[in-house]
């Protein structure tokens, strides 16, 4: 791309940027341009670009559910993170902007006594993926707290879709593709700041004593199977402490694949495909992938 057709972009822009610095795995080669947008213009100006250009492109959130090919990402990667992190409540209705922080809406929910999102807590990233995959924990969901979405599309209009006309799935929705969220507008309930902090330390606790959170992952690797769990499935196929390369099958949890040391994005591959081999031997079960994949179907630039 004529690098001239982004000096209309008012906000930051980086140039082969390493995706391995902005991913909770420190794995990822570096993206063409990583762009963090200063408006609403920014981004429909870059949509623009990268439209007549025919440039793919990205919005990476926290990169908490994410696995970037070594060869990195042939396009524009999108950071909401600076210019997207407002959080506006009036009584229980809060307006929230897609880059906040999910641990940082759950701060603010703690500190003015608004309970609705407890059973979140821990669940990395920002809101604008929280919405997109219908981020959820201890059978509760983001979409049962979610009046409306509000996003702009590729061809720059912007639209607030109802909650009623939104229909959410297993980290899911049938919002339409390649949109980019802007805000999102939430509806919780009064509650004692006390009780609420309990709740979160509880499931904290939950999660440090289940999960390999010392070592660096995405999470959940693989959705869980209908009428079952997927750590269990992996774990009976013997998987556990599975590794290739600095890749490896947690012994603490089954369905994190974590970075041991200086892990490849095809460390990770190798392993994902190895389990999911093992897994349909032994159970007859296809797991499928939770986490996202950027890069991989793209040729390695020369």
Not at 86 to 99: L, N, P, Y
Not at 170 to 188: F, G, H, M, Q, S
Request: proline residues 4%; hydrophobic residues 40%.
């Amino acid at each position: 791309m004529n690098e001239m057709m982004l000096k209309s972009v008012k906000g930051k822009i980086l140039f082969k940027e390493m995706l391995s610095g902005h991913t909770s795995y420190r794995i990822g080669g570096p993206a063409d341009y990583y762009i963090t947008p200063k408006d609403v213009e920014d981004i429909r100006t870059i949509l623009e670009i990268a439209e007549k250009q025919q440039l793919p492109w990205f919005v990476i959130g926290e990169g908490s559910n994410l696995l970037v090919s070594d060869t990195g990402f042939r396009g524009i990667v999108l950071d909401l993170s600076k210019a997207f992190n407002q959080i506006d409540s009036r009584g229980t209705e809060m307006t929230v902007g897609a880059g906040v922080l999910l641990w940082d809406l759950l701060r603010y929910c703690t500190e003015f006594g608004l309970t609705g999102l407890e059973q979140l807590t821990g669940i990395p990233g920002q809101i604008g993926g929280g919405v997109v995959l219908n981020a959820g924990a201890f059978d509760e969901e983001i979409f049962s707290t979610i009046q409306s979405v509000k996003f702009i599309s590729p061809t720059g209009i912007i639209e607030t879709r109802d909650r009623e006309d939104i229909h959410p799935g297993y980290r899911k929705t049938d919002l339409p593709k390649n949109i980019v969220i802007l805000e999102i507008e939430l509806a919780l309930r009064n509650g004692n700041p006390a009780e609420i902090q309990m709740i979160q330390k509880e499931i904290l606790k939950k999660r440090r004593d289940k999960q390999p959170l010392s070592l660096p992952s995405a999470g959940s690797v693989f959705k869980r199977p209908s009428g079952d769990y997927a750590g269990r499935l992996i774990e009976e196929a013997g998987c556990k402490g599975l590794r290739i390369g600095d890749a490896m099958v947690s012994r603490k949890h089954a369905n994190f694949i974590v970075n041991v040391h200086l892990a490849s994005a095809l460390d990770v591959m190798r392993v994902i495909n190895e389990v999911k081999e093992r897994v349909l031997a032994k159970s007859g079960v296809m797991l499928e992938p939770e986490i996202h994949f950027l890069g991989f179907d793209q040729p390695e630039k020369g």
